[in-house]
């Protein structure tokens, strides 16, 4: 009789599990704008991303984004653009003042929340300005 009574505490410490995991599940980061393999132009630009659930549902306040942009993707991670934002996006220029034109960027945002971090990675193409 004992381990019937083990085997039926199965179910409720399985079901335990499956609510502890809701509650501290995974988050996905999405790179919305500019998409995978995405034309931009060379002098501004905008960086969207998305995070799923939008917020950390241990500590929502604490959820904070790291931007990195690099012409290399091996130097990705060594060359942040904006550390520590609190909202998922990003309007400016580049540390130079401009992106050069017709050139290969790639962009990483990682996603630091209290259950763990989050990264994405995308690339863009830049385009020549054109004039008025």
Excluded: C
Excluded at 111 to 118: L, M, Q, R
């Amino acid at each position: 009789m004992r381990k019937a009574q083990k085997w039926s505490l199965l179910p409720v410490i399985l079901s335990i599990l499956l609510l502890a995991g809701a509650a501290w599940g995974l988050s996905t980061l999405s790179l919305d704008y500019p998409g995978e393999g995405e034309d931009s132009v060379s002098t501004s630009f905008n960086f969207l991303w998305s995070l799923e659930p939008d917020v950390d549902v241990t500590s929502p306040d604490l959820v904070s984004y790291d931007l990195y942009l690099s012409k290399t993707l091996s130097n990705l991670d060594t060359s942040p653009l904006s550390l520590g934002l609190a909202f998922a996006d990003y309007e400016g220029t580049s540390p130079s003042g401009t992106l050069d034109e017709n050139a290969t960027y790639f962009w990483k945002v990682v996603a630091h929340t209290p259950s763990g971090d989050v990264g994405a990675t995308s690339f863009f193409t830049t385009e020549a300005e054109t004039g008025p």
